[in-house]
């Protein structure tokens, strides 16, 4: 179930920049329960059907936008990609 999830992220759903974006668009999350179900014979209406869901979407996008920052912006300074951090002493 895990490695046809992570075909459906890659192929179907858009990679956001936070998490929070998904939770804002819960029409994502549906999107890819929707398309679980059609490959699995499942209930998507049960909660802990939508939490493992949840949870699949939450690391999966996680792992893209890793594998993105990764290949694009590996190497380069933050102060180049116009990111500011704040540095803890």
């Not at 075909?7 to 939770?23: A, G, L, N, V």
């Not at 699995?40 to 999966?60: H, I, Q």
């Not at 996008?61 to 594998?67: I, L, V």
Request: aromatic letters at 10%; one cysteine or more.
């Amino acid at each position: 179930m895990a490695s046809e999830g992570g075909i459906i992220i890659r192929q179907h759903i858009p990679i956001y920049t936070s998490w929070k974006e998904y939770k804002k668009d819960k029409g994502q999350l549906d999107n890819f329960k929707g398309k679980l179900a059609i490959k699995f014979s499942m209930n998507g209406e049960k909660e802990n059907v939508t939490s493992a869901c949840a949870d699949m979407l939450k690391g999966g996008t996680r792992q893209m936008r890793y594998r993105l920052t990764k290949k694009y912006f590996d190497g380069y300074r933050p102060i180049k990609l116009g990111l500011h951090h704040h540095v803890h002493l």
